[in-house]
Structure formats: structure tokens, C-alpha cells
């Protein structure tokens, strides 16, 4: 479903259907205009859904609240095995959300997190979520000015 601009309010019908789905496990909804109230009604769906395994929301706008809202999902989801959130602008704050999550998460495998100026704080603080998670075997960071304290933080996690 992607570049269709469904929107927030695209998105959010769209949760009404996850929420329920028990066959889907790949959504595609890249491209799409959501930005953080759709990604807060997606992430109301993912918390329950229990067949979902990879959802691509990137070139959205959620930012670092959207982020947030999907970390909360993060968090207590099952199956969500892959999510790419690359270009969708959640800057340090949204990484230090996510981080959080994948503190906690035991399944997420692949998170592309590519362009969206997370910085050397946001490096820093998916470094802390490196440390303790066991199953997160895939992160991409491409573009994101993590500069030299970035890269260390990083390489002390790794």
C-alpha cells in the first residue's frame, strides 16, 4: 500500500482491521503521509495483533512522538520480527523512545532506524538497548550524524 497518502485517518482505519487481523504478517505502508496520530492508532493495533511480523512505515512524518506511540507497542508485541521506520524524522528523542523498547522486546530481529537525524544522543542511547538486548540481530543507522561519540558509544554496546 505504498505511496497512496491514506494519512493519519487512512491509518487509522487501517488499525481497526490490524487490530482484529489474525493472517496478515506484512504491511507496506511506506510512503503514505502518517504522520504521528496515525502512527499512535497503529500502535494501538500492533499491541494486540498477534500475526503482524513486518510493517514498513518508512518516508512517513511520525516523528519522535510517533515513535514514542510505537514504542509503546514495541513493548509488549509478540511477532513483530521487522519494522522500518527509516525517513520519518523522530530525531534523538524518538531513539531514546525506541530504545526503551528494545530494552525489553524479545523478538524484534530488524529495525532500520536509517535517516532520521538521530544524532550521537540518539546513537547513545540505542547503544544502552544494545547492551541488553538478546535478539535484535539487524539495526541500520545509515545518515544519521551519529559522529565520533556516536560511534563510540556504539562500538562499546557491540
Not at 510512503?31 to 510493517?55: M, P, Q
Not at 544519521?144 to 561519540?149: M, Q
Amino acid at each position: 500500500m505504498s505511496f497512496n497518502n491514506i494519512g493519519d485517518s487512512g491509518a487509522d482505519s487501517l488499525s481497526d482491521a490490524i487490530k482484529v487481523n489474525t493472517v496478515l504478517t506484512n504491511l507496506d505502508l511506506s510512503k503514505n503521509n502518517i504522520g504521528a496520530s496515525g502512527a499512535g492508532s497503529l500502535s494501538d493495533a500492533i499491541k494486540v495483533n498477534t500475526a503482524l511480523t513486518n510493517l514498513d512505515l518508512r518516508g512517513n512524518n511520525i516523528g519522535a512522538s510517533g515513535a514514542a506511540s510505537l514504542s509503546d507497542a514495541i513493548k509488549v508485541n509478540t511477532v513483530l520480527t521487522n519494522l522500518d521506520l527509516s525517513w520519518n524524522n523522530i530525531g534523538a528523542s524518538g531513539a531514546a523512545s525506541l530504545s526503551d523498547a528494545i530494552k525489553v522486546n524479545t523478538v524484534l530481529t530488524n529495525l532500520n532506524l536509517s535517516w532520521n537525524n538521530t544524532g550521537a544522543s540518539g546513537a547513545a542511547s540505542l547503544s544502552d538497548a544494545i547492551k541488553v538486548n538478546t535478539v535484535l540481530t539487524n539495526l541500520d543507522l545509515r545518515g544519521n550524524n551519529t559522529g565520533a561519540f556516536g560511534a563510540a558509544s556504539l562500538s562499546n554496546a557491540i
